[in-house]
């Protein structure tokens, strides 16, 4: 069972930048998927991206292309969520999530993602 806490979370101003973390507990396997998603209230669940532990391979919203980028640390067993040019419609409570391709033939843009993390709030103010 994979843990993940994710942090990095707060309050900014449009134009500007954080650093989402998201820490798995024990080891990341290279047939691992990383994802992050968010949820704003009353809106549905939107996945932002996404990275393949083993081959480095990412995918991004359109929403979010050329502002926000996936990246990972093998040995710190982390994945990041660099943001930049924050929008207000940034805003929203920010998961990462996990999936196993092992065994599989999905990508991680099909995969199912059974483990999550407990969220971090990301407000961006005009």
């Known amino acids: 069972q994979v843990q993940l806490v994710e942090s990095g979370g707060g309050s900014v101003q449009a134009g500007g930048s954080l650093r989402l973390s998201c820490a798995a507990s024990?080891?990341?396997?290279?047939?691992?998927?990383i994802g992050w998603y968010r949820q704003a209230p009353g809106k549905e669940r939107e996945g932002v991206a996404r990275?393949?532990?083993?081959?480095?391979?990412?995918y991004y919203a359109d929403s979010v292309k050329g502002r926000l980028t996936i990246f990972k640390d093998y040995a710190k067993a982390t994945v990041y969520l660099q943001m930049n040019s924050l929008k207000p419609d940034d805003t929203a409570m920010y998961y990462c999530?996990?999936?196993?391709?092992?065994?599989?033939?999905?990508?991680?843009?099909?995969?199912?993602?059974?483990?999550w993390g407990q969220g971090t709030q990301v407000t961006v103010s005009s």
């Open positions: 999530a996990s999936a196993s391709l092992l065994g599989t033939s999905s990508s991680c843009n099909t995969a199912q993602y059974n483990y």
């Open positions: 024990g080891y990341m396997h290279d047939w691992y998927c």
């Open positions: 990275i393949h532990i083993g081959s480095n391979s990412t």
